[in-house]
């Protein structure tokens, strides 16, 4: 079976899928399995996965059992293997293998861990992540089908290295002069040994005075030679990594904005934050690392033939204790990364703990919690306290140890060396020779050691940002542009066409979001939709906007298919205030006026009237130039929203969405704004979505939504008259009488 790393927070179910398929053969791609999976940012569930499986031509048998049970099953065969575990009732893990120890007679779980890796764990451990409190865990057994040897699934692409190379072009000459001052700065080093070895054998033994002074002053001016190498390197490795990280994130963040919306759905800010990293991991190994351990591994052969050169006595001593040293280390790793996975899962449990008293602080100080979260932050310290003195102990006597050997070594190499001093095999110079030697011998092998980790974070890295490389951008070439009204005239109805639309969120299991919606949504007219929460208002807004494709049905402006239509260009005709718009942490015309990179003054006046946050901006000390950031959270809900509606306002667009765009504001407030609207939304086609009954009864046609299908449509008056749904959510509100 082979590992498949979990790229994101929440993409422990289709790496668990991507680890078993790998299992029976097969290599899926985690961006296919992820879609599959119907991944969002609370990550998939039991049912997605059997979903998925399913797609993947895989049958599944999901059951709740004891560890004994599950023992029973495992050895007697009588279960597929590996299967999928609900870990901590959180994750997913692939269990591999349970083994019997003969001697011990205990049991041993062999798990995949798709956020850490291969783990051993004994049957205590095991039981305290997978049980639940009534002593049974949730097992997954997969099986292939003869659907899945037949299928040919969509793989990694591999991520090509050139992509990087290029970035490194412009750098040549840097690279150039680096590679240079790095050859030189080997061989000043290696210049070291043999003018030791001269000042003793020839300066001191000869009692040459003029020769010591000669020697020691080559010595010192090597040692400016290379000290001014190393800070000619650090600044060239700056300027290079600064700007091979500007162009990199910014062609990484380039494409982040071309991606569509529904790829941000099921990234939290820490996933993207992650690729950010990523980009800069891998700019730091390209820089640092790779030319480092070239050059040190340059250093380590040249080295190691000069002490070959001196004496193989003393060479086989220093490649046997290393050997030893490098496999007392390497047999402390395993007892270590068990130990390494349990901090890995009680830091995470410890950051979601800090990020969530943090945040919650009000909430928890309004109702009492702050005793009952600091003890549960409490108890995860004393457990990470306890794991941390297990790794110090461990990590004491893995350092010890290697020091111990290190040290021996150099202990060995020195009587060894003495000893060939005194029968005169060797003289005291180059005695120092080869103790300076052994000495720079050292760091070679630590900086290979941080090389192969380095280079399988980078591994890592690379996959992920080759992944969002991969991903399908929004604008493709052959789209048609949402044009002017002029060119569309040869149709009958100008508008939105709705017909028999469907959406569901999560694939064919999850409920319909939108049912057989069939709607027309006239040009240069105003078209409100109410309904209770839930029933798919802003799900109908999203579908309009191409947040998302749908599952069935279609959507026209005018002629046009919203799937042959541009996103970009949509957007740009329509205005949108959203529930949960965003103010950016800048001025409050640059939070208006967001269209244009020149603020045109006459639109902005315009939109603040209309928005009527006029007043309120002008009584700021800095007016239009007050920075929101700088204020931040005295802008109350309502003055939030005027903001939006400015920023919708000052765009002028063809379209306007408004969802709750007012529903922080008072009544009077609202009328005045609407009164306003009335005027601006002259021509322009309109859809608000409003809970306040009072925003859309004036409204050339009202939509009622109940449970994601149309149930009314009709104007104010023919509604309340008809006494249906509408006249029910009216009669609800009290707001008949306005
Ligand atoms: N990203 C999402 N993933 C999965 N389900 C979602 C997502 N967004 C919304 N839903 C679900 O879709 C249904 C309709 O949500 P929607 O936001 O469209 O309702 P609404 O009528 O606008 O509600 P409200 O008036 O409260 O804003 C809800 O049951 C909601 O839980």
Redesign the pocket.
Known sequence: MKFTPQHDQMDCGPACLSMIASHYGKEYSIQFLRETCYL??EGVSLLAIVQAADKMGMTTLSAKLTVDKLIELVLSSQVPMPCILHWNQSHFVVLRKINRNSLTRKYTFQLADPGHGFITLSQDKFEASWLSEDKEGVAMFVEPTPKFYELNPQKNVKFSIRYLLDYLIPFRKHLSVMLILLLIGSGLNLIFPFLTQDLIDKGINHKNLNLIVLILIAQLSLFVGVIVIEILRNWITLIVGAHLSINIISDFLKKIFKLPIKFF?SKMVGDLQQRIQDNERIEHFITSQSILTVFSMITFIVFFGVLCYYSYEILAIYLVLTIVAVFWSFAWLKKRKIVDYFRFQEQSRNQSSIYEILNGVTEMKLNQLEDYKRNEWEEIQKKLFKINIRILRLDQFQNSGFEFFNQLKNILVTCLAAYFVVQDKMTLGQLMSVSYIIGQMNSPVNQLVTFFRSLQDARLSLERLNEVQQIAEEEQPNQIHLLDKSLNEHIERHGIQINNLSFQ??GPM??F??KDIDLFIPEGKVTAIV????????????LLLKFYESVQGDIFYNEYNINELSAKSLRENVGVVM?DGFIFSDTMERNIATSDSTIDNERLQQAVQIACIKDFIEELPLGYKTKIGSIGNSISGGQRQRILIARAVYRNPRYIFL??ATSFLDAKSEKMIHDNLKKFFVGKTVII?A?RLSTVKNADQIVV?EE?KIVEIGSHEELTHKQGAYYQLVKNQLELGN
């Open positions: 969002t940012r759905d969120y999560q999850s409920p979001v939108l309904g209770i929460s839930g029933s798919g208002k802003t799900t109908l807004m999203k529930q969802d709750e979505i809970h939504l994601g």
